[in-house]
């Protein structure tokens, strides 16, 4: 999942920017108003390069140069269904039921539980996609988002934090087409120095993985990646093909 941070506070907003890359997650943390405002712009006129945008905001209220409210009436103004989950101090009903009216899909008041963020981020992915539930089945294998587990007939899968991101990914749309671009932007903050060669790195990581899952990445030559439920010829074609 690639997020936005909107935090002016130092402490928690390096405290949640360590937390989210910990677990895999693409991470942009704005500090003020403007530049919050900047990222935004940058993600959907596809300036990070693959113009997927954010899966999500989390957004302070108090900000130098501005106010989170702002910012969501103007994410909302453009008609984007970007999911935004708003941190803000105030306990008051009105201001809570203030910030769902203009437009937010959640909120937490501070101080909260990371554990308790991490269930609300993962609800409002959800319900955005129109989801139910953190489980995800194809093939034999079985992706639990919640949990952060993989399982094969069962069996856990020992995958690093960024392999689960990526599968996170590809089993959301089996079939679907993702270019080395569009997995960067979920993969890799804007300030991350990493290239698309490490792309082709943790494809070859987790083909190897889930070799023996009923479920196989394809390369599709020119466009990029795609998970499918395999077939007998795919274990070897994957061990020629390598990353």
């Not at 984007?80 to 941190?87: E, F, N, Q, R, T």
Request: net charge negative; aromatic share 4%.
């Amino acid at each position: 999942m690639r997020l936005l941070l909107v935090e002016d506070n130092e402490d928690l907003g390096d405290a949640l920017e360590r937390h989210f890359r910990a677990d895999g997650h693409a991470v942009d943390w704005a500090r003020t108003a403007p530049e919050a405002g900047d990222y935004l712009h940058v993600a959907s006129s596809g300036g990070s390069g693959g113009a997927t945008g954010y899966d999500l905001v989390v957004l302070d209220i108090m900000l130098p140069g501005g106010d989170g409210r702002q910012i969501l009436q103007q994410i909302r103004s453009g008609q984007s269904d970007l999911p935004v989950l708003v941190l803000t101090a105030r306990s008051q009903v009105a201001d809570r039921v203030h910030l769902l009216d203009l437009g937010a899909d959640d909120y937490m008041t501070k101080p909260f539980d990371v554990a308790e963020l991490d269930a609300r981020c993962r609800a409002v992915v959800r319900r955005r996609h129109g989801k139910a539930q953190s489980v995800a089945q194809l093939g034999g294998l079985q992706f639990d988002a919640a949990a952060s587990t993989v399982t094969v007939a069962g069996q856990p899968l020992d995958l690093r934090s960024r392999e689960l991101r990526l599968l996170e990914v590809l089993i959301a749309a089996p079939g679907q087409v993702f270019s080395k671009a569009q997995l960067m932007d979920k993969l890799f903050g804007l300030a991350d120095d990493a290239s698309e060669n490490a792309i082709e790195v943790y494809i070859g990581r987790l083909r190897r993985k889930i070799l023996n899952s009923g479920v196989a990445i394809e390369t599709v030559r020119g466009l990029g990646y795609r998970l499918r439920e395999s077939t007998p010829t795919d274990a070897r074609a994957d061990g020629e093909e390598g990353a």
